[in-house]
């Protein structure tokens, strides 16, 4: 399958190599013969495809993005995929400085400016903010199918009254926004102290903000202070940030609840870390 891409692209690498972290499409870099690297990403499913397809051409000019080299739709033997340039620099790391923070924030509010309108409208990209609590549930109740099964019986119905507490305790949406969805260090790429963009955008969606603070927050941001400070500073100098306080504890209860389903529904043996490290969260949570 590889090879019928690299063949519909024509390159001719003498290197090839699969990248870790890539949990919903296979995404393969590249060495060409002159010593540059590109990547081929193959989407899982034809809406990822699509919904990235969109993502490219309403993303290029206001934040920084892989450049979109070529695509294929596919064919009856093949998967569709994408040709991507390839961003300078590695994912984000936990010992960035406070100044990556602050560029982190200014990105990301870059790309929360972006709303729908007769020419992003046009796309892929489904705009969610209309209903955007339904969609929410929507996406929970979804993952709860999954979660039943590796969950005890009462530890399943206290999440899903907790879900429905908190769900009702929620401000107004923030939006319509472009939210990525999967915000996270591993989607931010950083070269020599500088932000070099953001990658995949299979997940995107035009939302509320506030979903999109979770796994940032999560993975980079609590457990420093200082970086939290900067990062909203950066943010701020775009568009005002929302009041995380009331917000975050239910998208990290929702982001737990998801992952475990997500572990179960992907595989539960080979994600049992993962699983494991979101049970812990949940369990906390509903103390």
């Known amino acids: 399958m590889l090879n019928q891409v690299l063949k519909q692209f024509k390159l001719q690498a003498i290197s090839i190599n699969e990248v870790e972290d890539s949990f919903s499409s296979m995404v393969y870099k590249c060495t060409l013969q002159n010593g540059e690297s590109v990547f081929v990403k193959i989407p899982y499913t034809r809406v990822k495809y699509e919904r990235e397809l969109s993502a490219y051409k309403i993303l290029a000019g206001h934040v920084p993005i892989p450049q979109l080299l070529d695509h294929w739709a596919g064919?009856?033997?093949?998967?569709?995929?994408?040709?991507?340039?390839?961003?300078?620099?590695?994912?984000?790391?936990?010992?960035?400085?406070?100044?990556?923070?602050?560029?982190?924030?200014?990105?990301?509010?870059?790309?929360?400016?972006?709303?729908?309108?007769?020419?992003?409208?046009?796309?892929?990209?489904?705009?969610?903010?209309?209903?955007?609590?339904?969609?929410?549930?929507?996406?929970?109740?979804?993952?709860?199918?999954?979660?039943?099964?590796?969950?005890?019986?009462?530890?399943?119905?206290?999440?899903?009254?907790?879900?429905?507490?908190?769900?009702?305790?929620?401000?107004?949406?923030?939006?319509?926004?472009?939210?990525?969805?999967d915000f996270r260090p591993a989607n931010i790429i950083v070269d020599e102290g500088q932000v070099s963009g953001m990658i995949d955008f299979e997940s995107v969606r035009f939302g509320s903000t506030e979903i999109d603070f979770t796994k940032i927050h999560r993975d980079f941001l609590k457990a420093d202070p200082v970086l939290l400070?900067?990062?909203?500073?950066?943010?701020?100098?775009?568009?005002?940030?929302?009041?995380?306080?009331?917000?975050?504890?239910?998208?990290?209860?929702i982001d737990a609840f998801n992952s475990i389903g997500w572990s179960q529904r992907r595989g539960l043996k080979k994600n049992f870390t993962f699983y494991e490290a979101n049970l812990r969260i949940l369990k906390e949570m509903l103390q």
């Open 75 to 181: 064919d009856d033997k093949c998967p569709r995929a994408f040709l991507l340039s390839e961003l300078k620099g590695k994912p984000l790391s936990a010992t960035a400085s406070p100044e990556i923070a602050y560029q982190i924030g200014a990105m990301q509010a870059s790309m929360h400016q972006i709303t729908p309108s007769n020419k992003t409208a046009l796309g892929a990209i489904q705009n969610e903010f209309p209903n955007w609590h339904e969609f929410i549930a929507k996406q929970f109740y979804s993952f709860a199918e999954d979660v039943k099964e590796v969950l005890d019986e009462d530890l399943y119905m206290a999440s899903l009254r907790k879900f429905e507490e908190m769900k009702g305790e929620l401000p107004e949406p923030d939006g319509p926004s472009f939210v990525h969805m």
């Open 229 to 253: 400070d900067s990062y909203e500073e950066g943010y701020n100098s775009i568009r005002p940030m929302i009041d995380l306080r009331a917000v975050l504890p239910f998208y990290r209860f």
